[in-house]
């Protein structure tokens, strides 16, 4: 008798959930607010459609997502929740500077970071984080603290002359990581912490931001995953996946200096005058702000905010100066302008460069800004939330809290705004500065990149330094291996077999 009581309860179960599972796909496909978009049914019908794309193949969603704009039109649902435009001009609506914007929970849980800017789902939390981090970001305060840059420039370029004239290449993915990881440790943090010291280029590390950025596609599913981690002891980590034990390390170096400053035991560094006039770290700039409130001052809250600015900071800057590198040595009649450019305006080639001068430049200003085109910022679709107000896009009307997405990889190539959009060509934004209108690598609006500043001084200056100084070329490196994104792991991924942006110095 038990047992046919069980067996009831089981089939009554399984029951329950397939006519669960039938209502909720038929609520999804004709009843649900974006039901009357265009598009895949069975993407619209379950999000294990996006996880298969993700996080099996994986990165190849957002291929889809340009497969179905051919086929559905500009705009389409491309999950049960999610709408999805093909169109620049769309960009400042969704991504807007003056309208309530929140992210959707569904992308920020895939990064564990809830307590940071980067993380705040609601538009209020994260204009109250944001406003903490504007000064020290700023124009002017990156235009003070340009002796820093200047100076681990410098630092880069021993390195090179370690290898200058031999034939031994180097992978410029990694140099460029390294240096951008000394800059923003050295800025935001005020203690560098010195990869470009590593004889190898610290590959460890550059493995690492890859693995984590393989890891959100699973995360972003299973969010939980990450309380999981959490749980393991740090030798287990360590045992099973080395790289990820840098992220524990990672965590320590900036936790411990948090506690410093809470108990106001840090170590005072040789600061500079000019740098005494800011907050000395992101962590004083958070920790003494008025308007910051006291749950919000955690070592959690700081530490997830130090790893968001050194991870967006280090990455996405290297690879930015790792592709235009590539593209200019690739592109040999853009390099011969850059370099008479670069040779009238400091004739010296040991020179510093003056950040003036160097944005001043009118040909370099067109290779940063085509460089960041082509290497596109983020590869995923990026996305916003209008809470209360429904959006129109031509005769559509958008429901207000639907995630309306857009992706660089598509937009950058719309070719009535950049016409031959695949060629390198710095010269379409020569005396064309408001095309920079429909430059979306650090996105647009209250939501925007907050190190803007600090990212274009870092390539301005470095791009200019190195290509006035050495002569490079590139070491069995090819388009199709080595800098195509073929794989979008948030941040834009080449081949598996892709072997590094390598370059010879001669
Ligand atoms: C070429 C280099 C860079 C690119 C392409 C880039 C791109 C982006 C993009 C697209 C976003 C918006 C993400 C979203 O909507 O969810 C973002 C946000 C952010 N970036 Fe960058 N970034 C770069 C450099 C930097 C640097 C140097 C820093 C260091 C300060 C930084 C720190 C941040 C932070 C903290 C956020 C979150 C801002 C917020 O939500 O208010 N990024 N970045």
Not at 56 to 67: D, V
Not at 155 to 175: A, F, Q, S, Y
Not at 185 to 205: C, G, I, Q
Request: glycine share 6%; aromatic share 12%.
């Amino acid at each position: 008798m038990a047992i046919f009581t069980s067996l009831n309860t089981v089939l009554f179960a399984i029951f329950a959930f397939i006519f669960y599972t039938i209502g909720l796909v038929l609520y999804r496909l004709f009843l649900s607010p974006t039901s009357k978009f265009p598009g895949s049914k069975l993407a619209a019908s379950t999000l294990w459609y996006e996880f298969y794309y993700e996080a099996i193949l994986p990165g190849q969603f957002t291929f889809k997502i340009r497969e179905w704009h051919e086929k559905y039109g500009p705009i389409i649902r491309i999950n049960p929740y999610e709408i999805h435009v093909d169109d620049p001009g769309f960009y400042h609506t969704v991504f807007s500077n003056s309208g309530i914007r929140d992210k959707h929970a569904f992308y920020t849980g895939q990064f564990g970071n809830p307590n940071t800017a980067f993380g705040a789902v609601s538009h209020d939390t994260h204009r109250m984080r944001r406003q903490a981090l504007n000064p020290l970001f700023s124009k002017a305060s990156v235009v003070r603290l340009t002796p820093v840059i200047s100076t681990i420039i410098e630092k880069l370029c021993r390195r090179i002359d370690e290898v200058k004239g031999t034939d031994r290449p180097l992978n410029m993915r990694l140099v460029y990581m390294c240096f951008t990881t000394d800059v923003v440790t050295r800025y935001a943090l005020n203690r560098s912490w010195d990869l470009l010291d590593s004889a190898d280029f610290s590959p460890l590390w550059k493995e690492m931001v890859r693995s984590t950025g393989e890891m959100t596609k699973w995360t972003k599913q299973f969010p939980w995953l990450f309380g999981v981690v959490k749980t393991l002891p740090e030798w287990v980590i360590k045992g099973l996946k080395p790289d990820l034990g840098l992220v524990l390390d990672m965590q320590t170096k900036i936790n411990t200096q948090i506690l410093q400053i809470m108990q106001e035991k840090e170590p005072k560094p040789a600061i500079s005058d000019e740098q005494e006039q800011l907050p000395r770290t992101i962590f004083h700039a958070l920790w003494n702000n008025p308007n910051i409130p006291s749950e919000e001052k955690s070592i959690d809250h700081l530490g997830q905010t130090g790893q968001d600015v050194i991870g967006a900071g280090g990455e996405s800057t290297g690879a930015a100066l790792a592709v235009t590198t590539f593209y200019l040595l690739n592109t040999p009649r853009a390099l011969k302008k850059l370099k008479t450019e670069l040779e009238e305006a400091m004739p010296d080639k040991y020179g510093q460069w003056a950040l003036s001068l160097a944005e001043g430049l009118p040909y370099l200003t067109g290779v940063v800004l085509e460089g960041l085109r082509l290497f596109y910022g983020v590869s995923s679709r990026l996305s916003r939330i209008a809470p209360t107000t429904p959006l129109k896009y031509q005769n559509w009307e958008i429901p207000a809290n639907t995630p309306i997405g857009l992706t660089n990889l598509l937009l950058h190539h719309h070719p009535s705004i950049f016409p031959d959009s695949h060629s390198f060509l710095p010269e379409r934004w020569l005396d064309n500065r408001p095309l920079e209108h429909y430059l979306f690598s650090f996105s647009k609006g209250s939501r925007q990149c907050v190190g803007i500043n600090l990212a274009k001084a870092e390539i301005f200056l470095t791009l200019a330094t190195l290509f006035r100084r050495f002569e490079m070329e590139l070491f069995d490196t090819t388009f199709e291996r080595d800098v195509d994104v073929r794989r979008d792991m948030f941040l834009p991924q080449p081949s598996r077999e892709s072997r590094g942006i390598r370059v010879v110095f001669r």
